[in-house]
């Protein structure tokens, strides 16, 4: 059962990067049914989709946001990170990171979340 | 971007009722829809892909239907533990895009 657990400051203060990293367990990243997404929900909002990462390295961003951040992944320590820069009040949410298993958009394993705040 | 509209929002039943809700995309997504439960504090978990396939090991009176742009959700006889908040997602296109969820509460 593949498990993902997501790490990172839980304060960051405004226009600098917010970083996170989530860590699969129970298989390997670079297993290549999986695409592995960032997904954030704003406090007491709904779900808002980031950015998926194949393990070959492929990305897509949301073009919302895609000026600001930056997927990548470390096959080696089966992890893959999230980068958002500049940010703002407007970015404190739960992010969450989840991998579809069937390569096509549907997130059958999510990590338990861990929320950001933007704040000096 | 495809953009996903529930309906209610929010919603009152007793344990035993029968619940739907819908959801409408504003194009044409086929059969690629989700549905999703969340708890308070909790990440979401996969209930339905393709519309109507049952995640694996999730009971069998949650049931999906619809295609095009018309899905809905459906609990044939309301738990105690399925009062949380459901929302649809669209994986027809990029960027993937969800409901703004409804909230299902204890009569």
């Known amino acids: 059962q593949v498990q993902l657990q997501e790490s990172g400051p839980g304060l960051v203060k405004p226009s600098q990067t917010l970083s996170l990293t989530c860590t699969v367990s129970g298989g390997s990243i670079s297993n290549g049914n999986y695409y592995w997404s960032w997904i954030r929900q704003h406090p007491g909002r709904g779900l808002e989709w980031i950015a998926y990462i194949y393990y070959s390295g492929s990305t897509y961003y949301n073009p919302s946001l895609k000026s600001r951040v930056t997927i990548s992944i470390d096959t080696s320590k089966n992890q893959f990170s999230l980068k958002l820069s500049s940010v703002t009040a407007a970015d404190t949410a739960v992010y969450y990171c989840?991998?579809?298993?069937?390569?096509?958009?549907?997130?059958?394993?999510w990590g338990q979340g861990t929320l950001v705040t933007v704040s000096s | 971007d495809i953009q996903m509209t529930q309906s209610p929002s929010s919603l009152s039943a007793s344990v035993g009722d029968r619940v739907t809700i819908t959801c409408r995309a504003s194009?044409?997504?086929?059969?690629?829809l989700a549905w999703y439960q969340q708890k308070p504090e909790k990440a979401p978990k996969s209930l339905i892909y393709?519309?109507?396939s049952l995640q694996s090991g999730v009971p069998s009176r949650f049931s999906g239907s619809g295609s095009g742009t018309d899905f809905s959700l459906t609990i044939s006889s309301l738990q105690p533990e399925d009062f949380a908040t459901y929302y649809c997602?669209?994986?027809?296109?990029?960027?993937?895009?969800f409901g703004g969820g409804t909230k299902v509460e204890i009569k």
């Open positions: 194009q044409d997504i086929s059969s690629w």
């Open positions: 989840a991998g579809d298993g069937r390569g096509d958009g549907y997130f059958d394993y």
């Open positions: 393709g519309a109507s």
């Open positions: 997602q669209q994986y027809n296109s990029y960027p993937l895009t």
